[in-house]
């Protein structure tokens, strides 16, 4: 079969062939431009990625810290707790009236007040270690130190002194 092609068919033929290879061009544009705005995209959401990682990484940072904090925020108020029941304890046990009171007189002139005996004996006022500690055999001023108990009495509402002072001789008698 013999084909016989004229001018005008070469023509036809040779525009088809330009115009197929337009419209190749402008798909390669097309898809470079395309590829272009996807590598740019790829880029942006890497660098958001990126980006949210180090959010992340540094919200971690914040929330262990955070945590180390209340943590020992925590244990202080453990603390601070432990040392208000204690403390509510010695409010309560003051607040109980003491059985007994000693008082520390020094040649008739009070000194201190005292809890226990061992406190007493413990705080000596600048007293000597030799210092005598004894019962005044008439008056507080007659003893140069002097350790005086009070003792708590209920039905009187307060302290009985328990020091009290010799007979005294009548008429000269012994």
């Known amino acids: 079969m013999i084909r016989i092609v004229t001018k005008k068919r070469l023509a036809l033929l040779e525009a ?3 115009a197929a290879f337009e419209r190749a061009r402008e798909a390669t544009e097309a898809a470079k431009e395309a ?3 996807h590598t740019v995209e790829l880029f942006a959401v890497t660098d958001r990625a990126e980006r949210a990682e180090a959010t992340t990484d540094e919200v971690g940072r914040l929330l262990a810290g955070a945590v180390a904090e209340l943590s020992a925020a925590q244990e202080d108020l453990l603390l601070k707790d432990i040392e208000l029941r204690r403390l509510r304890e010695d409010l309560t046990e003051a607040l109980v009236p003491a059985r007994q ?3 520390l007189v020094h040649y008739g ?3 201190m007040v005292y809890r226990s005996r061992e406190d007493a004996y413990a705080d000596t ?3 000597s270690a030799d210092a005598t500690w004894g019962p005044a055999r008439t008056f507080w001023a007659d003893a140069e130190w002097l350790l005086s108990v009070f003792t708590f009495d ?3 509402r307060g302290f009985r002194g328990s020091l009290t002072p010799l007979a005294e001789p009548v008429g000269g008698a012994a």
Do not use: E, M
């Open 154 to 156: 209920p039905a009187a």
């Open 125 to 127: 006022h600048g007293a």
């Open 35 to 37: 590829s272009g705005r």
């Open 101 to 103: 009171v000693f008082l």
């Open 16 to 18: 088809d062939t330009h």
């Open 109 to 111: 002139t009070p000194v």
